[in-house]
């Protein structure tokens, strides 16, 4: 019930759009949304379009764990330079 | 770019999970309110990666376990009657209700259909004119957007033998519920579905009123611990506050279209849940603009008085206060095939979820 999938839309015909999800293909309501176009990604929840996915805000929280990358750089030389474990 | 593989990523989890370890000095409590996070909890055992400070508590987020039984009750006597086909979401069907089920219901000969979309079940209306279609409409905001949908589908089409049963429930008063009640809660793991529909704003009050903080959160692994480390930090700084991690999906402003169609199909009214009892304008009726697919107001039926199962501690479970390997029926006399309760008929109920990836 609070399961909802992100799928390619494929096709637009007026309200519904033909989406993929992991391969298997779907009609799904886009009365829920607005501007949708071939080629986003929408959560599909109940048979329903409830969201468009952004593509530049997942490669900024992609950016943000790279951060913790470097996060643990530091605190592996910090080790180095002390010798002791840290968390 | 597939929104799921890229969040999956085995060496940044361990980066996170060293980063959480590094920040974190006190106890803390994170509660998720949502089935789908409960889920991913336990399905990439996100606790065992944690250090033993950070404790996770499942809260009242799968909407199937916090759908008390009259409404079960009530829906086997809507199913009881003469020319009507009920029409659910699978997971309601095995849900225990007093002294039977829809399952049972069924196969006594009643018309119980699954759908998996209310636009299903008005297909199921229209193709059967002379039955009356009622939907079992339960769900929090993720779900009830599509049921005005539906609704508004109906009265647009003149659809005429299509009714809603509605047990839609909003979220924030069950967490200003629980920590009112005082169950000790250092931070939400914010329901990330539920708040691509609300937004961020309805869960202003739970900093400003009880100093407790909200992430919400995205349902891949490396989402929920990058939004652990979040809460811990928020924690630590002694700065509680309403974060999005999921900034893919959810906007601070939620979904303003999916919005105007719930509150023009629904209105607030009081609404009981499963462990946390009565609470006020928690949960949404049809309003008078659509009484006519209003099933509580077309159908007249005598309901039986609700029996509680004693044994099961699904209430306890959804506050937080229990866990299910505490209850002396879980693995015992309640499995998956054999449901006691709805924490364990739902695959998003905490004891469903533990029996599936963490019973030993």
């Known amino acids: ?87 | 770019m597939k929104f799921i593989d890229e969040f999956r990523n085995k060496e940044k989890a361990k980066k996170i999970v060293r980063a959480i370890e590094n920040i974190s000095t006190k106890e803390i409590k994170l509660m998720e309110v949502c089935g789908g996070h409960t889920m991913s909890i336990q399905k990439f055992g996100i606790p065992s990666l944690l250090p033993p400070q950070i404790e996770l508590l499942s809260g009242p987020g799968c909407p199937v376990c916090v759908t008390d039984r009259k409404y079960i009750d009530q829906a086997i006597a809507y199913a009881r009657l003469d020319n009507v086909i009920i029409t659910t979401f699978g997971d309601l069907i095995r849900v225990p209700g007093s002294s039977s089920s829809l399952d049972n219901e069924k196969a006594k000969g009643r018309s119980i259909k699954i759908v998996y979309s209310i636009l299903d079940a008005l297909k199921i209306a229209k193709e059967n004119p002379t039955k009356k279609v009622i939907f079992l409409a339960i769900g929090f905001e993720t779900t009830v957007p599509g049921t005005a949908a539906g609704v508004i589908t109906a009265a647009k089409e003149n659809v005429d033998n299509f009714y809603v049963f509605s047990s839609h429930k909003v979220m924030p008063p069950a967490m200003n519920a629980l920590i009112d009640e005082g169950v000790k809660i250092n931070g939400y793991i914010g329901p990330g579905h539920v708040s691509t529909i609300t937004g961020t704003g309805i869960y202003s009050g739970l900093a400003e009123n009880f100093n407790v903080g909200c992430v919400i959160s995205g349902f891949e692994p490396l989402d929920l611990l990058q939004s652990i480390y979040m809460l811990v930090k928020q924690f630590e700084e002694k700065n509680p506050k309403v974060e999005i991690q999921y900034k893919r999906a959810v906007k601070v402003e939620g979904n303003i279209k999916a919005k105007e169609m719930m509150y023009d199909v629904f209105e607030y009214r009081d609404d009981w849940w499963r462990g946390l009892g009565t609470l006020a304008n928690s949960g949404l009726g049809i309003s008078k603009k659509y009484a006519k697919f209003d099933a509580e107001r077309k159908f007249d039926v005598e309901v039986e008085k609700t029996k509680e199962d004693k044994g099961c501690i699904c209430g306890e479970i959804l506050k937080g206060l229990k866990s299910p390997k505490d209850c002396s029926l879980f693995a015992n006399v309640c499995d998956p095939s054999n449901p006691v309760g709805a924490c364990m008929v739902s695959n998003e109920g905490a004891c469903h979820a533990f029996y599936k990836y963490n019973r030993e």
Do not use: W
Not at chain 1, 6 to 23: D, Y
Not at chain 1, 55 to 68: C, G, M, S, V, Y
């Open chain 1, 1 to 87: 019930m609070c399961l909802s999938i992100p799928a390619k839309v494929l096709e637009i015909n007026g309200e519904v759009a033909k989406v993929t999800l992991g391969g298997t293909e779907y009609n799904a309501s886009l009365q829920l949304v607005e501007d949708v176009k071939i080629g986003d990604y929408v959560l599909i929840h109940t048979g329903f379009a409830i969201q468009k996915l952004s593509e530049k805000e997942a490669q900024e929280t992609l950016k943000l764990f790279n951060e913790f990358e470097e996060l643990n750089k530091q605190l592996d030389e910090e080790e180095e330079k002390t010798g002791k474990r840290i968390a």
